[in-house]
């Protein structure tokens, strides 16, 4: 078998491989410009502090103009009462949308949910609209979880629905119908708007409230509500971003 054989080449020279590794490093791209290896020292590092709240939807801001958030989603069913209006309801359901959870409505009035609903996603289907009894079993787990909004009215009926891990159920009542008492104690958790005082009355009696409080209920602002558990109460104001309120208006106590 034959060989073919090739000249020595003549070694390089200083300068041609200079020339040479200059060559190679415009191959990765611009340099980029100089700066400080360290913006803040070690000892400044330790005097950094982020303030983190608790992981939910955001509600509004309490007294103290602080974040205040509403932890929907858990490992068991959380069912929480609204006595109020449906602007705050669609807030909500927006917000808990904006989180990643799926949205299912059961309502007597789908007229008032749809645009909300075909708006919601950005063309994704985040939110339905059902009408009373034709919402079936939603699927809720920690990867996709659920609320379910029932807005029947001020005597809405028991859902067919089974309770599940990572599905709540957010329930309006625009004011208390003869039934108050059982829903209101059913519940986890209560958010009162601006009620008369024969309604802040019994509300007073079922959550155990203040004379304070009780008071003040059928004084609150539209964009004012009172959340309330058994053992703790605050009243949270709610303002609209500039998309809600180009969506749903300023807001309103009725509708």
Known sequence: ?????????????GNEKIRAVARIRAGFGLRGPRRERHVLTAEDIGALSFPVGDDGVLIGEDQQRRPAVLGLFRPTAYDVVLVGGLWTAQIIALRAAATGARIAVETARPHLWAPLA??????QPCMTVHPFG????????VSAPVLVVR????????????????????????????NAARVLNAADLVGVQRVAPPEAELIGRVLSLGSQDIAGLPTLSDNFTLWATRIRRQFIRLEPGAAEGQLLGGPRRMD
Do not use: C, E, F, N
């Open 1 to 13: 078998m034959a060989y073919q054989t090739y000249p020595a080449q003549a070694p390089s020279d």
């Open 118 to 123: 075909q708006a919601a996603g950005g063309g």
């Open 134 to 141: 034709r919402i079936g079993p939603q699927g809720a787990s």
């Open 151 to 178: 807005d029947l009215g001020a005597k809405p009926p028991r859902s067919r629905l089974s309770a599940s891990p990572w599905q709540s159920t957010l329930t309006l009542l625009p004011h208390l119908g003869p």
